[in-house]
């Protein structure tokens, strides 16, 4: 998937300028920066909820820009939110099975098993509404979601936020990573850089709303101004003292 | 007791007409977030379409598969042409609301200028009468009964079975992440307005039959009703209209049969207020 | 001739009661589908009131009645009743619920209590209604004259200007200008302080009492009343021409009643009545031209024949001559100074050109000119709070506070636990008395819940908050803001159709004419508190820069403007502490850069201000100290040179 020179904003000003990023199948990209940078605003216009008012955004050879978001689905894009994730009062299982809407309805129980071989802790709660579960399961459920479609590739805004720690260690670590293990094409959008680089083949690096750099987690570890673009000032390489 | 048997029976056939209508009622609100106050002018026009089948020779039974297919475009028209277009604006629900009064007056007169100011009724028989456990039904209030009871018996299956209808029940919850499923949002809701306008026809024509004469008002009572149905049981939750259903009608011929007859839809009225005040989002509704 | 006069007394009646739904509705928004049941009350009212003992009403004047008063008695009866009728339907109207559903219940209310009167006879004569009710003074003339018709019709005439000229008394007075902010976003309302369920009791109780007169006027010219005259459709009839004419105009409303009710009443008289036509058509087509004609209203014009008029206020500055800064005045000014009114979409080109480097002396400046005005008044307005200099008192500048306290707010080992979420764990900070401190860290770190925590719009669960060195922790988040600690929000909350001054004058406390007792009081009452609140607004304005677009509806205003707007609003209340919500959040870099200045300028001043930023950059050039928070701690404090050393700093920001 590709993104050349989007700019796109909420109706008045543009949030985001020029930005061209892409993600081959089997990458891991991932999309870092400070708040209000314009992360969220990339995602949300590459899969038709905002619209783009300039450049293109390709799916393989398909023109996506501006579809509207259930056709970019259709073209193979999973997009998992940040917030309001998942259908709060339909069940585990009918999430999922909204999730395989676009599949032959034979195949829906298949996926679903497979959903649940990558994230087991789904299937102990298959009828319980999505709305009870905690942080950390609405998240796993709302990459199950996605996931039953088996798409070309998957866009995650944030998935860690509003999780501790230590469950977003795991969800990076484990279930992203294992996502990507099994072949997916990643484009996930984070907060918490240092984790999600150690799972990143590439990564950009926004600021501002538009492209501040660009690398490999080793290439931009020892960058100076990889600290800069995060808390301004002299840039200077990240500490080695500490994880 | 016999008084108290048969006001339950008509409790059942009011509970039975009114659920159609409610659940009609209630699935539009929630996928599309409208409170469409024309429901009782639509329903007025299903009653006279079955009537003017009824009146060309036909069986009533036939007018009403006639009104239920007039009603079902009636309704896609209402939404695509009318809220639809305010809603892209962004106006406000308060909007929507009085759009909704003013397209319910033009439904609805327009059909009273039509048919003008007699009250007309079904040419139909009304079959044998039954006695079941103390209650005494005509054939047709069996049959009345029975279609509510397989109306609510489909949206069941429809809801929570059907892929159309987790993909509504989807699309109310969360309409952004519906699209993101590769739902075609639109799509459904203009299904789901057809399927509701269907009922709507439907809980018409049997409203019409029930009560044997109506005219183009005659509806509008009903509508407090409904909404007193629909409130009680959560707007937007197709069981809890069931529930609002069942509760209403009951209660409703219940105190008619003994208080006076006339303020039966006091009971009606005092649920809905009570509802407002206390629980807006029903019974089985989400606590706010 | 005695059309003429049918036509006008309708006419003044329909005038009067659409004056009251305009007032509710227009102008407060509180829709009440249920308007209807108001004017019966008052028509029921005067007529029990001025029945004599024996008429021929069924018998239910054995129970009820019979005094038979004199005029105007029934009439303020009516008024009375109308206004009382109101008050069981507050809890309608309160702030839980969502406004369709309370107009829903107002409808059914209306329709039910039509049934229920038809059907009840004992009550108020069922459907048969009440006959001969006399006329007003019927005993001294006699109503068939044509001398007292006129007198009559002049009378209605008469007290329907009275209430326009009443209803203009409340509206155009600060009460009315928070009716009208209730009305465009009541949620921000209630958060600056505004009683939403006493101000929407107010105004139902005041359209119940005009309704309930009009009905009173109708039922002492037509003597008679019964349920068919007030069906529930009859206030869709009001409704339509209240929207047609103009909600939110009271000549609109005015305008509506001669086209709408008197056009529907009196129509089909000139439709020529052929034997053809089946009887119902005309009403039935009356129904549904008004059907269409809502509709089409609300499609095409929405805010109706008359819209409502902006409220221009001609700031005290602006007649004298404008204060010039320094040569460094970036371009732009130029134009600006022009007076030019419209606002340009793009934000680059904004007055932004106003604000030269000279932001503290075009301050000073109106602050001069401010002075004189405030003296210039009868009372200058001193808020009830810290004494406050005489001088400053129309300016903008903060409360002083009490000497001696250089910690002036305190976190002091705070809480908060969401079901098991620490989202502020053990946080101790200090904020000192005229520093402009920063509160920084990643998303999830804490520091939105810490600003609740701090004031008072959440409470902790350990720990305590120190205002002055006093523990505040158990005041709600409205009486901190009496006592001068006061926040902004993050979300867009602006009064759209209120001009900016207005939005700003909204937040200006202790003005005598925001309530319904100093608006019905007049200007004279409350002149000197709407003339120093206004010379404040100006100041605050020119501090930032945005006095030319004073009398610019908010709602017109770019994303970045509007964010200043409620800033601004904070600022007219006076703070002593200002809690900032990222405050730059999706702001154009260089306006971001004007509002640090103007910030810098109030802290110098003696404000004290805390602010959430993500924008590190005016962290930078502004803020010091900046404290930095992560997973619901306090990592460290300094200015950004000294935290970009440290390496926690960094690594919370990169870990997340």
Redo the contacts between chains.
């Keep these: 998937m590709r993104a050349d020179g989007v700019t796109a904003g909420y109706g008045g000003d543009p949030v985001i300028h020029a930005i061209s990023v892409r993600v081959e199948p089997r990458e891991v990209v991932s999309i870092v920066g400070p708040n209000g940078s314009g992360k969220s605003t990339l995602l949300k216009s590459l899969v038709g909820v905002l619209r783009v008012s300039a450049g293109t955004v390709m799916v393989g050879d398909r023109d996506v820009t501006n579809l509207p978001p259930e056709e970019v689905a259709r073209a193979g894009v999973g997009y998992v939110p940040q917030v309001d994730d998942v259908f709060a009062p339909l069940t585990v299982r009918e999430n999922l099975e909204m999730g395989g809407y676009l599949l032959p309805r034979k195949a829906v129980s298949a996926h679903v098993e497979q959903v649940l071989a990558v994230f087991p802790r789904l299937g102990s709660m298959l009828g319980r509404p999505a709305g009870k579960l905690s942080g950390g399961e609405r998240k796993m459920l709302a990459m199950g979601r996605v996931l039953m479609l088996e798409p070309a590739v998957f866009l995650l805004d944030e998935p860690t936020a509003n999780l501790a720690p230590a469950i977003a260690r795991s969800l990076l670590d484990e279930h992203v990573r294992r996502l990507a293990e099994g072949g997916a094409t990643v484009l996930i959008v984070e907060q918490r850089a240092k984790a999600v680089l150690a799972i990143s083949d590439r990564t950009y690096v926004l600021g501002g709303g538009r492209l501040q750099l660009e690398g490999t987690p080793a290439e931009l570890s020892a960058s100076p101004d990889f600290v800069r673009s995060f808390l301004g000032g002299g840039g200077r390489a990240i500490p080695s003292g500490g994880t | 007791m016999s008084l108290f048997l048969a006001s339950i029976g008509f409790g059942l056939i009011t509970s039975a007409v009114l659920a159609i209508a409610a659940i009609g009622f209630t699935l539009q609100f929630g996928v599309t977030d409208v ?1 469409n ?1 024309a429901f009782a002018s639509v329903m007025t026009a299903g009653a006279f379409v079955a009537y003017w089948v009824n009146q060309a020779g036909l069986s009533v039974w036939l007018g009403l598969l006639v009104a239920m297919a007039a009603c079902s475009l009636l309704s896609v028209l209402l939404n695509l042409v ?1 809220y639809t ?2 809603q892209r604006r962004g ?9 909704s ?6 439904i ?3 059909i ?2 039509q048919v ?2 007699v009250d007309v009724s079904y040419t139909m028989g009304q079959g044998r009468t039954f006695h079941i456990g103390g209650l005494i039904l005509t054939t047709v209030q069996l049959v009345i009964i029975g279609i509510s009871l397989v109306v609510m018996a489909g949206v069941h299956v429809l809801l929570r079975y059907s ?1 159309l209808g ?2 509504m ?2 699309t109310a ?2 309409r ?10 639109s799509r459904v809701i203009a299904v789901t307005w057809a399927v509701t306008g269907a009922l709507c026809g439907l809980a018409g024509t049997v409203f019409a039959i029930d009560i044997g004469s109506f005219g ?1 008002t005659s509806p ?2 009903f509508l ?1 009703l409904i ?2 149905a629909v ?1 009680l049981g959560g ?1 937007g939750h197709a069981y809890g209209a069931m529930l609002g259903a069942a509760v209403i009608g009951i209660a409703t011929e219940v105190s008619a049969a003994f208080i ?1 007859p ?2 039966k ?2 009971v009606a ?1 005092v649920a ?2 009570a509802m ?2 206390v629980r ?1 989002a029903g019974l089985l509704g ?1 606590r ?1 | 001739m005695y059309y003429i006069i049918n036509l006008l007394v309708y006419g003044a009646v329909d005038a009067m009661a659409c004056l009251g739904l305009s007032q509710q509705f227009g102008i407060a928004g509180v829709t009440n589908f249920g308007f209807i049941i108001f004017q019966a009350a008052g028509a029921y009212a005067a007529a029990i009131l001025s029945l004599p003992p024996d008429t021929a009403n069924g018998g239910f004047q054995s129970y009820l009645g019979g005094w038979h008063l004199p005029f105007p008695l029934p009439w303020i009866g009516a008024a009375v009743a109308g206004g009382l009728l109101a008050l069981p339907f507050t809890f309608l109207v309160g702030r839980r619920l969502r406004g369709d559903f309370a107009a829903v219940g107002l409808l059914v209310t209306a329709v039910l209590v039509n049934l229920l009167v038809t059907d009840y006879r004992p009550f108020l004569n069922g459907d048969a209604g009440l006959a001969i009710v006399p006329s007003p003074l019927q005993g001294v003339i006699s109503p068939l004259t044509t001398r007292y018709q006129w007198a009559y019709v002049v009378l209605v005439i008469a007290l329907a200007g009275g209430v326009y000229w009443f209803l203009r008394r409340i509206t155009e007075s600060p009460y009315g200008r928070t009716l009208r902010a209730m009305r465009d976003n009541d949620r921000v309302a209630d958060s600056i302080g505004k009683n939403l369920l006493s101000l929407r009791t107010g105004m139902l109780v005041l359209g119940g009492a005009i309704a309930g007169l009009s009905g009173g006027m109708l039922v002492g010219f037509i003597n008679t009343w019964s349920p068919a005259a007030w069906t529930y459709a009859e206030t869709i009839v009001l409704f339509a021409a209240v929207i047609i004419g103009g909600a939110g105009n009271h000549r609109g409303a005015v305008l509506g009643a001669v086209l709408v009710p008197l056009a529907f009443e009196e129509g089909s008289r000139f439709i020529p009545n052929s034997q053809n036509l089946p009887p119902n058509l005309i009403p039935s087509l009356q129904w549904v031209a008004i059907g269409l004609l809502i509709v089409a209203f609300l499609w095409f014009r929405p805010q109706g024949l008359l819209p409502e008029r902006k409220r221009v206020i001609t700031l005290p500055g602006q007649a004298g001559v404008r204060p010039r800064g320094p040569a460094n005045v970036p371009d732009g000014a130029a134009s600006v100074a022009d007076g030019a009114a419209s606002v340009p979409d793009g934000a680059a080109s904004m007055p932004d050109g106003a604000v030269p480097a000279a932001d503290l002396r075009a301050g000073a400046a109106a602050d001069q000119r401010a002075a004189p005005a405030a003296d210039r008044v009868a009372q200058p307005a001193v808020p009830q709070r810290a004494a406050v200099p005489q001088r400053g008192a129309g300016a903008g500048l903060p409360a002083r506070l009490p000497a001696g306290q250089d910690d002036v707010l305190q976190a002091v080992d705070v809480s908060r636990d969401f079901g098991g979420v620490h989202a502020v764990s053990g946080v101790s900070m200090s904020v000192r008395r005229g520093t402009l401190t920063g509160l920084i860290g990643p998303n999830g770190a804490g520091k939105s819940t810490l600003l609740a925590l701090l004031a008072g719009t959440d409470r902790p669960s350990a720990g305590k908050i120190l205002y002055q060195g006093q523990d505040i922790s158990g005041l709600p988040a409205f009486r901190r803001a009496r006592i001068g600690l006061i926040r902004t929000f993050q979300l867009a909350s602006e009064f759209k159709r209120l001009t900016v001054l207005e939005n700003l004058l909204t937040a200006a406390p202790g003005n005598r004419g925001d309530s319904f007792r100093g608006a019905v009081a007049g200007r004279r009452y409350w002149r000197g508190d709407e003339a120093a609140a206004i010379s404040r607004a100006e100041a605050v304005l020119g501090r930032f820069g945005l006095t030319d677009l004073a009398n610019s509806y908010a709602g017109d205003l770019s994303g970045g403007q509007r964010r200043l707007v409620e800033i601004m609003r904070a600022l007219m209340a006076e703070p002593a502490v200002l809690l900032l919500d990222e405050p730059m959040a999706g702001v154009h870099p260089e306006l971001a850069r004007r509002i640090g200045t103007a910030l810098s300028g109030l802290c110098a001043e003696g404000m004290t201000i805390l602010m959430v930023e993500h924008e590190l950059a005016i962290m930078d050039e502004f803020c010091d100290p900046v404290v930095v928070m992560a997973e619901g701690s306090v990592l460290a404090q300094g200015t950004m040179a000294e935290l970009r050393e440290r390496t926690e700093v960094v690594e919370a920001y990169l870990v997340g």
């Design positions: 409170l106050l009318v277009p305010f106006s406000t629900p308060i909007t929507l609301v009085i759009v009064l003013g397209m319910a007056l033009i609805e007169f327009g009273a200028a003008g100011g892929r987790k993909a029940r989807a919850a969360n952004t992440l519906a699209r993101n499923c590769g739902i075609r949002t183009p509008d009572l407090v909404l007193a409130f707007p006076t006339d303020y839809y006091v009225f809905l207020l407002l005040a807006p989400a706010a």
